[in-house]
């Protein structure tokens, strides 16, 4: 990712950069969740927030949910939420919002371009009802070295939990804990590569996994 940023790619000059992700935050029982700006987030950078919350959710004016999904046994959603980086945006959090106070996580990551802002280049999304592992929604990607940002969310599971992406995903969230119930990776994507791949959980009684994936160019 260095050389990318520091040359480009032979083709395509302008590529998609990951910069940073900020902390991973969950409410048990909450109607607001404060997410925060990844450090080394600039002006200009593409924000985008990865949520599970369990009822319907809203974000402050100028972020945008790009793609969202709800699961078919409750409901449980999984969104991704992207804003454009401005001075107030830094060094500070976020406050979503969902109806009714339950579980509530996400997580901020931060990209850039040269020139300018990534913007979503196209968006899928899924409901796998496999309980332990699930098909991660995939995109394909239309030119080279794009990014795209996968998030997945698990009903329920015993704890202590691992949520673990396949290999072809750098995860940017826990992979283990009591609470976790939120994942959230990223990977760059050439032309007409298809993303795909999985999300697996060390165990569950039941499941019903609402899965989000969008590419930015």
């Known amino acids: 990712m260095l050389t990318h940023k520091l040359l480009g790619s032979?083709?395509?000059p302008n590529p998609v950069v990951f910069e940073a992700a900020g902390a991973y935050v969950e409410q048990a029982s909450a109607t607001t969740l404060n997410v925060a700006a990844p450090t080394g987030a600039s002006v200009g950078d593409l924000l985008v927030c990865g949520i599970m919350c369990r009822s319907t959710a809203s974000a402050p004016?100028?972020?945008v949910a790009a793609v969202q999904i709800t699961g078919a046994s409750i409901t449980q959603r999984t969104v991704i939420w992207t804003k454009t980086a401005v001075a107030g945006d830094l060094g500070v959090t976020t406050g979503f919002t969902q109806a009714s106070a339950n579980?509530?996580?996400g997580q901020m990551l931060a990209f850039s371009k040269q020139g300018g802002t990534p913007a979503v280049a196209s968006?899928?999304?899924l409901v796998d009802s496999n309980s332990t592992v699930a098909a991660v929604a995939s995109v394909t990607g239309e030119e080279d070295d794009q990014i795209a940002v996968a998030c997945g969310s698990a009903v329920y599971a015993t704890t202590p939990m691992t949520l673990n992406f396949s290999s072809e995903w750098t995860q940017t969230?826990?992979?283990s804990g009591n609470n976790i119930r939120l994942a959230v990776a990223y990977r760059v994507v050439d032309k007409d590569v298809?993303?795909?791949?999985t999300l697996t959980l060390n165990s569950a009684t039941q499941n019903s996994w609402p899965m989000v994936t969008a590419l930015f160019e």
């Not at 298809?194 to 791949?197: I, K, L, N, P």
């Open 173 to 175: 969230s826990p992979t």
């Open 61 to 63: 004016t100028g972020w």
């Open 194 to 197: 298809v993303t795909g791949g």
């Open 10 to 12: 032979v083709t395509d």
């Open 103 to 105: 579980r509530f996580l």
């Open 123 to 125: 968006t899928n999304s």
